[in-house]
Nanobody, 126 residues
Framework: EVQLEQSGGGSGQVGGSLRLSCVASTPYPYHEYTVGWFRQAPGLQREGVASLACYGTITYADSVKGRFTISRDNDKKTHYLQMNSLELGDIAMYYC???????????????????WGQGTKVTLSS
């Protein structure tokens, strides 16, 4: 069974930066997993933020392109979300996710991810 433990986030400032981390415990090598970050603002549906496939393909939501960066350290079984130039629209609960897919590709569909972190809140002040 896979477990994901999130850290980071918290309070930041508009225009500032925050980093989220997600440490996984997996029975298989971490490079075999597609990983992602999702977020959910109050009253809204969960949306994909970024996804990093097994062999490195990356996808970003249009709203975060050029500001957020997803990365991974397979040796540490950890993936990250570096968030720069934060905007009020980035305020949300953020979740990391993972799947060991049959076909390795980046996906922004929450339904395709099997394992989820506990969530971490990102709040901003202007």
């Amino acid at each position: 069974e896979v477990q994901l433990e999130q850290s980071g986030g918290g309070s930041g400032q508009v225009g500032g930066s925050l980093r989220l981390s997600c440490v996984a415990s997996t029975p298989y090598p971490y490079h075999e997993y597609t990983v992602g970050w999702f977020r959910q603002a109050p009253g809204l549906q969960r949306e994909g933020v970024a996804s990093l496939a097994c062999y490195g393909t990356i996808t970003y939501a249009d709203s975060v392109k050029g500001r957020f960066t997803i990365s991974r350290d397979n040796d540490k079984k950890t993936h990250y979300l570096q968030m720069n130039s934060l905007e009020l629209g980035d305020i949300a609960m953020y979740y990391c996710a993972a799947i060991r897919p049959l076909v390795c590709r980046a996906t922004m569909s929450a339904a395709e991810f099997r394992w989820w972190g506990q969530g971490t809140k990102v709040t901003l002040s202007s």
